[in-house]
């Protein structure tokens, strides 16, 4: 068997994720949920590793994001983090855990002293500019998650594209300068038109990591069950647009993520058929 090659080393931090942004570098993100695949991500160059709360679709085989505890991200933080010798490690706060100031830093202690992450996602707009502002103050780097938000499916019914039409463009983009200013390190931006994913990165001077939302952004990220092609959506024949099989070809796992992270990287992924 041959050895694979080994990644680069050295630990990233929000300051090289910040100057990956202003290089032009693209930055890889994909999702973890334990010690396994953490090994095999982080040693193909993943550069950022997200325990989201899809795991509750993905592992927990439910059909949406919304019973997902503070305590299930930490269990799968504490699974992962030991094993990162490369990636940023974030942690998703996840359905109602930061209704509140107090609860949302309560959430982020736990997360980041007991999971070990080094930063924390948020879904919404503006209206969390104030707990943006509240965890960053005290210390706690924020990424603030806009566009489609699976946090809201009971609200919204189904999943779609968001920020197709002008006025909802524009209140995104809004959203992302209030959000910026109120403290977030690092936005993410799921299901928006490409012009969208351009006009906000161009405006922004905090990285912008897309899912669906383009190839004019700081980095991209995919659901790790999606890109190997299990994930229930993928096995139900719900495959989002987005999505890209890297298991084709008959690959092996860690030749699939390095496969996906060398596409970001070269900007071969996301395709035209991959936007909106
Ligand atoms: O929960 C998650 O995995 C996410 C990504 C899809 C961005 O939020």
Known sequence: ??????????????????????????????????????LIEDRAGVDVILIGDSLGMVIHGRNSTTAVTVADIAYHSRAVAP??????????????????????LDASQRLMQEGGAKMVKLE????????????????????AHLGLQPQ?????????VQGRDNAAAEAMLHDARILEEAGADMLLL?????????????????????????????GQILVLHDILNISPMVTLGRTPRFVQNFMQGGADIETAIRAYVQAIKSGAY???????
């Open 270 to 276: 996301p395709a035209p058929e991959h936007c909106f």
């Open 1 to 38: 068997m041959t050895a694979k090659p080994a990644a680069p080393s050295a630990q990233v931090h929000i300051s090289e994720l910040r100057r990956m942004r202003d290089a032009g570098e693209r930055i890889a993100c994909l999702t973890c949920y334990d010690a396994s695949f953490a």
């Open 190 to 218: 799921e299901c928006v038109p490409s012009k969208l994913g351009k006009q906000i990165t161009d405006a922004a001077q905090v990285p912008v990591i897309g899912i669906g939302a383009g190839p004019d952004v700081s």
């Open 152 to 160: 809201l499916i009971h609200k919204m019914g189904a999943f779609k």
């Open 83 to 104: 094993h990162l010798k490369r990636a940023f490690l974030v942690a998703d706060l996840p359905f109602l855990s930061f209704a509140t100031r107090e609860r949302a």
């Open 124 to 143: 919404g707009g503006r209206e969390q500019a104030d707990i943006v502002e509240y965890l960053s103050v005290r210390g706690v780097p924020v990424c």
